[in-house]
């Protein structure tokens, strides 16, 4: 509303305030409203509200410069297997030890699927195919989302980033697109309905 009301600019030096401060604030809030209808007043929605508020500054920060800051994803690693460690919940666990275990498999399983994409596309197109930032915001989604869903969002993400690699070769012929807004989407994507869409993988497939 301060943005609005102030037709983006300071209120005392008058500069112009960029629309994406404006963008961001906006998509925080109605992800806070739409998760605290989804989840409730739960340790899930204090935990992944908190995961989805990273992830979108982790996405804008990609775009904006290519880098993904590892001041969120090494910390958001520990965090996520501590928070399943305590709330096993969070894997569909009872007990503690199998939080833990499973918030850790899915660390690994994260970071390693999109490490070992990174070394064949490296090796097949002989140029860096993907950036360490990817393999630690995988981890770091794989450590709150678990093996299956981490796994599920790996495949999803190339779905989402080919919309916009395609849009960036015809306007401005780049092969390099960040990937971070990609693996951001659809790990939300595979956290709020990863389930659903995993049964009905496997129930159409029997």
Request: overall charge positive.
């Amino acid at each position: 509303l301060s943005y609005i009301i102030l037709r983006a600019r300071c209120r005392y030096c008058k500069e112009k305030i960029s629309f994406l401060y404006f963008v961001v604030e906006l998509l925080t809030g109605l992800i806070f409203l739409f998760f605290y209808l989804y989840f409730g007043f739960s340790v899930e929605y204090f935990v992944y509200t908190a995961l989805t508020a990273s992830l979108i500054v982790v996405s804008f920060i990609d775009l904006k410069i290519q880098e993904i800051p590892d001041e969120i994803s090494l910390p958001g690693m520990v965090i996520g297997v501590i928070l399943c460690a305590i709330f096993p919940q969070l894997m569909q666990q009872e007990d503690r030890v199998y939080g833990f275990l499973h918030s850790l498999l899915g660390l690994f399983t994260g970071g390693g699927l999109i490490y070992i994409m990174g070394v064949i596309g490296k090796a097949a197109f002989k140029k860096e195919a993907m950036g360490g930032g990817d393999v630690k915001l995988m981890a770091m989604l794989g450590a709150f989302l678990g093996w299956k869903l981490i796994i599920l969002a790996f495949f999803l993400a190339p779905f989402f980033g080919s919309f916009v690699g395609i849009a960036a070769k015809i306007k401005n012929k780049e092969d390099i697109i960040p990937y971070g807004p990609h693996l951001s989407i659809a790990s939300i994507v595979a956290l709020l309905w990863g389930d659903k869409i995993l049964n009905f993988i496997f129930v159409t497939r029997l």
